[in-house]
Every structure is written in C-alpha cells, then in structure tokens.
C-alpha cells in the first residue's frame, strides 16, 4: 500500500459518515465557510435515508420534543432541538424543493414519496458548497495530535493519513450490518477513555418462541389497532402478528421500552368497554354468539383464535359476570412475554450509546477530547418511530456545524 498526506489546512474537520448527521453537518458548515470531508465507508452517502419509510423517507414529526426521546438524561437532547426545531427542518427543505406532506401522527414525508431526493438536496449541496464526499472509504483509526487529529483511511486500496483541527463522528450505530452499521464510534469514544452506555436494538418487532410460538404463527398477517404498554410508556397505533411473533407501529415502539424478562399488555379495543360492548349488544340480540359478535369487532380469524380463552360457543345472555371479566381481562390487558427481538439487522435504531455526560449538550463536543464531536445515532439519544430520530440528527448535525 501507498501513502499520502493531504495537508492539515485541506479540512476544518473531517465527517466520519455520510448519513442524515453528517451530511446536515457538511452542508451547514458550508454555509459558515468552513471546508469539510466526509468520509462513507458505503459506496454512496445516506443509505438509511433512502430505505427509511419504505423508500420515501419520514424526514420529521411535527409533534417533535425532547420528550419523546430516551436517554440515560432525558434533558439533554433540548438544547439541540432547539437550536435546530422542526420548523428549522421544514424550511430548509422547502428551500430546496421538498415540500412535505403529514401522515399519521405528524409524520412528515416527501410530496414525491422520494428519499432518494432528500439525500439528493445534500450531495448538491455539498457540490455546490465545496464540501468534499469520498465514499467507499474505511476509517482505521483516528488519533489527536498537537494541532487536531490524525485519521487513517483505507481508500482505491491505499492507506492514506488525513488531518484535520477537528473531527465528527456521525458513524451511525448499530442497525442494519448490511448496510454498512459498525460500532465504529463507540470504539472511538471508549479509546479516547469515553464511557458507553449499554446498547439494545430498538423499534424491532419482539419474537415469541415455545408453546406459545404456534398461536401467533396462525394469526399470522392480522393488523389490528391497538393499545400497547407496559410500565414505561403507552403507544396506540396497529400491531401485525406474524408466524414469528409480534411487529407493527405499536410493538416497534415499545420494543424501545421493553428488556428481557418482562411482560407487555395490549389492549385490543383501546377507548372501549367490552363489557359495556357486550351488554348493550345482548339487550337488541341476546341469542347472539360470543363469537360471532367478537367476529363483527375483529377479523373472523383473530375471534376463532381466541376460542381456547373465551367460552365462544355461548350466547351473549348467558354469559355471567364471571365469564364477562375474564374476557375484559383477555382482550384489554391481553399479556405477553417476548422471547426476545429481531436483532440489530431488523432494528431501525439502537438505545444507548455514547454516554450523554461525556458531551456538551450546548455543543456536541467531547469534554475529554476537544475539537472531537459526536451526533446522531451513535450518541446515546434514541427517538421513537416517525421522524423523531432524523430531527436528532438534523438538529445534531446543525449544532456540531456552528462550533467546528
């Protein structure tokens, strides 16, 4: 292998990552003046970007605080987003064609149902900016020096040393390997003598396994509107059964909340009494079935699913309170007990990260290493499904570039 030097005054920082943060960050350290390259170990920049909401990437939430994100400091994701609010994002793609259009719960998307042409307002950006992108790009090491930093890279099969007065880590976590997720910025972190909080794949549908595994396997394709909590946090959105276990809206989000061990709850007619349901049915149709009526609130498949737990072959007059509670229990506090989740290659994000106390919330620098920053995914800030966790990394990106 060969070696080259490209001069320290080349870059006032080097990217390490081409995703939402680090592309944010280039773009608004362009318009400070300031010279950036990223590095992409991929062979294009912004890959979650493009196969994030099925193609057409949910770019931000309307509703988007520091409240719907999780952290070991609930707090320190505020200065960020303020500095950087929704509104910020909004028109900063609207000034570059992007008009967004709502979906459910504030999600914000593409008129186009294009990601490709987000990503698209960045790398023309970038070129008009002067602000270099090299992709195909593996970073080996990154060490500080007298003046800045020192990063190795591996490029065209050549090591080449890079240096520059600062550098971001915008790496990413660890969520999907086959798109190029390492745990490269965590390993920079602890090198440079960083703590790391634990991480956990998060927004990742929860496996059931045992004796339990063939009764999902049946239902398997059933979506259904539905309440889902435990003692951390309430979602209503759908749940989708399928023959490995539980996914759906709902069950990614509290899979953010969920640890090995314990039990959710779903409520399967979120807003409604089953009981008041049922009582008012049997004073017009007494003679009804349980499950013929149950058939008329969920899928027919979904009622027979539930014969093992209800006395489906009798009338709805001849129910008594006994039977009545137990199937308010069933269908309102319906438990579960995963076996475990997808795994990182079908997580869209990761809880844990670099540990919040190691950063200034104000500036995104390391306070142990000046002039190293850290955004994005890497850093110990998850945000729920809907565009929260690209506000984070927009906001990140925009607060690391005013302070390089």
Same mark, same amino acid.
């Given at each position: ?102 979906? *459910? ?26 602000? /270099?992108?090299?992709?195909?790009? /593996? ?30 880590? %915008? ?61 951390? %946090? ?15 809206? %709902? ?29 008012? /049915? ?39 309170? *006994? ?34 106390? /190691? ?46």
């Amino acid at each position: 292998m060969t070696a080259n030097l490209t001069k320290q005054s080349t870059f006032d920082a080097i990217i390490i990552g081409g995703g939402a943060c680090g592309l944010m960050c280039a773009v608004q350290a362009g318009f400070l003046g300031k010279q950036t390259l990223v590095l992409e170990k991929n062979d294009k920049v912004g890959a979650k970007i493009l196969i994030s909401g099925g193609g057409r990437c949910n770019y931000t939430n309307l509703y988007a605080t520091h409240k719907q994100f999780i952290s070991q400091n609930e707090h320190f994701s505020r200065s960020a987003l303020a500095q950087w609010t929704v509104d910020d994002t909004i028109n900063f793609f609207e000034t570059y064609g992007i008009e967004g259009k709502e979906k *459910t719960l504030g999600q914000l998307f593409p008129v186009s149902d294009k990601a490709k042409d987000v990503v698209n307002v960045f790398t023309n950006l970038c070129n008009d900016l002067g602000q /270099e992108i090299w992709c195909d790009t /593996e970073v080996t090491a990154v060490e500080q020096t007298d003046s800045g930093f020192k990063v190795t890279i591996l490029r065209n099969g050549n090591e080449q040393i890079l240096l520059a007065a600062k550098v971001v880590i %915008a790496s990413g976590g660890l969520p999907i390997q086959k798109m190029g997720a390492t745990d490269f910025g965590l390993r920079v972190a602890r090198k440079f003598g960083m703590n790391v909080t634990e991480t956990s794949p998060a927004l990742v549908p929860l496996t059931i396994t045992g004796k339990d595994q063939a009764w999902y396997e049946q239902l398997s394709g059933n979506s259904i509107f539905c309440r889902v909590w435990n003692d951390r %946090a309430s979602f209503e959105e759908n749940i989708l059964f399928t023959h490995w276990g539980l996914s759906g809206p %709902a069950i990614l989000q509290i899979s953010s909340y969920w640890k090995p061990g314990e039990h959710i709850y779903i409520d399967l007619l979120p807003g409604k009494d089953i009981i008041e349901l049922i009582l008012q /049915e049997r004073e017009q149709n007494g003679k009804k079935m349980l499950l013929a009526y149950l058939s008329g609130l969920f899928t027919r498949k979904f009622a027979e699913a539930l014969v093992d737990y209800i006395p489906a072959d009798k009338n709805l007059a001849s129910l008594t309170k *006994t039977e009545l509670e137990n199937i308010s229990i069933l269908l309102h506090e319906f438990k579960v007990k995963p076996a475990g989740t997808k795994g990182y290659d079908k997580a869209e994000v990761m809880t844990g990260g670099v540990d919040t106390n /190691e950063l200034s919330s104000k500036t995104l620098e390391s306070k142990k290493v000046p002039g190293m920053f850290f955004g994005g995914e890497c850093v110990d800030v998850t945000g729920w499904l809907g565009g929260y966790n690209f506000q984070w990394a927009w906001a990140s990106g925009f607060v690391i570039a005013q302070n390089l």
